[in-house]
């Protein structure tokens, strides 16, 4: 004798098996005619542009010196200026003096020394070291790559600390004539940093 479950059963009785069996054989052929929704790609490539800005920083200072005296000028680029992305190009420092003693046919000595420190690179070239005793003046300079584009890694950065030591020593013709010269120093920075828009 057969399992009930592999006997023949009445239409009415089949009618919930036959109606699962369509569902099945729709979901199926709708699977396999209807094609998967690919994923669409857009292109959000935004056109950036960049340029580099330069900006000039000048610091003056007027010392009032003595024979054998030494007067440093100190000019600090704080953090500030690195966390705007400013780098120093180029350093220029010009000492001038004139012999300011009546009837004094000998100009004084004077000497500047140049330095900087950044957690940068070193300067390209450099002349960190000057003097004049005929009353001429003195350019201390440092300066990193010279381009319009540059490398800002291969540049000095912040923070940054420049200072100009100076030196004088008396040369008088005349006797306890000249104790005292004014140095004037000017220090000229250029500065680049990368600008995007």
Not at 19 to 28: A, E, R
Not at 111 to 126: K, M, V, Y
Not at 170 to 188: A, K, L, R, Y
Request: glycine letters at 4%.
């Amino acid at each position: 004798m057969l399992n009930q479950l592999f006997t023949f059963k009445s239409v009415k009785e089949e009618r919930p098996f036959l109606t699962f069996l369509g569902v099945c054989l729709v979901v199926v052929m709708l699977n396999v005619s209807v094609d998967p929704v690919s994923p669409q790609t857009i292109d959000s490539t935004v056109d950036i542009s960049s340029s580099y800005e330069n900006t000039t920083m000048v610091e003056s200072a007027s010392l009032d010196m003595n024979d054998g005296g030494v007067e440093a000028v100190v000019l600090e680029l704080n953090q500030n200026w690195s966390d705007d992305g400013w780098h120093v190009k180029s350093i220029e420092v010009v000492l001038s003096y004139e012999e300011t003693a009546f009837a004094d046919l000998d100009c004084d000595t004077v000497s500047g020394a140049l330095s900087l420190t950044s957690n940068g690179q070193e300067p390209d070239t450099s002349t960190a070291e000057g003097a004049s005793s005929d009353c001429s003046d003195i350019v201390l300079s440092m300066v990193w790559l010279d381009a319009d584009e540059p490398d800002l890694s291969l540049l000095a950065s912040m923070p940054a600390t420049v200072q100009v030591d100076v030196e004088l020593s008396v040369d008088s013709t005349v006797p306890g004539n000249d104790d005292e010269e004014t140095v004037n120093v000017d220090i000229e920075l250029q500065l680049t940093r990368l600008v995007q828009s």
